[in-house]
């Protein structure tokens, strides 16, 4: 398996565009979670989805951000528009169940950068 | 949720084990132990869990004292390769819950 992937690794971005962020989660997992990391803040949960529902999406931070997963082989983060306060490198992962037997699976990151 | 408690940072030479404490003093008796390892500019990798019994497999060990208000981490012959960020989460297993990583302990191997 290619583990969990997402694109783009690096976005540069101005402030006020619209910024989405994608991940492919490993076939068969169930369960998707998006993270943002800060060096103020460490990992924060931002969403996270069960069988492409989200569940529970109270460290999505403001209006400006939201997140789909129109299928179990996909999902986007979206800001809109962008701050400079926006960056940081988020992750995605996903599990069999929650926590899962075997924990979490992350993927490589995608740092933005919003100037 | 159980609270963490891990010390800042450590050190280790590299070849000699490194024990990584993390006390949770208030664990209930339904959440499990995880262990995750961030290295630089990587995504966390799930490294181990257990409930009360004590755990083995290629990557570590980890010991829950009979109480289960504390564990050890446990890398036996620790490589340059293991210098990350160690992370010490309390969770119950079921439908629903979620992981909330706190700061972790950054453990340096020295050559």
């Known amino acids: 398996d290619a583990g969990v992937i997402q694109s783009p690794r690096h976005e540069v971005t101005e402030m006020g565009q619209e910024v989405t962020l994608r991940c492919k989660p490993i076939?068969?997992?169930?369960?998707l979670f998006w993270y943002r990391q800060t060096m103020m803040r460490g990992l924060e949960l931002l969403i996270y989805f069960n069988n492409n529902v989200p569940i529970d999406d109270s460290g999505m931070p403001e209006d400006r951000f939201s997140a789909k997963m129109p299928n179990a082989s996909f999902s986007t983060l979206k800001i809109q528009p962008s701050e400079p306060r926006d960056s940081a490198v988020y992750f995605c992962a996903s599990s069999l169940g929650t926590p899962g037997r075997r924990g979490y699976t992350f993927g490589s990151g995608t740092r933005l950068t919003v100037v | 949720d159980a609270k963490t408690t891990q010390p800042t940072s450590m050190d280790c030479a590299e070849g000699r084990a490194a024990n990584l404490p993390c006390n949770h003093s208030t664990i209930s008796g339904n959440e499990y132990v995880y262990w995750y390892r961030q290295i630089h500019s990587q995504g966390p990798q799930y490294i181990i869990h257990g409930l009360k019994n004590n755990e083995t497999n290629e990557m570590a060990s980890l010991i829950i004292t009979e109480d289960r208000k504390s564990s050890t981490l446990i890398l036996p012959h620790a490589t340059l390769r293991d210098t990350a960020v160690y992370y010490c989460i309390v969770s119950p297993v079921g439908s629903n819950y979620k992981l909330t990583f706190g700061k972790g302990t950054l453990l340096t191997v020295n050559p």
């Open positions: 076939s068969g997992h169930d369960y």
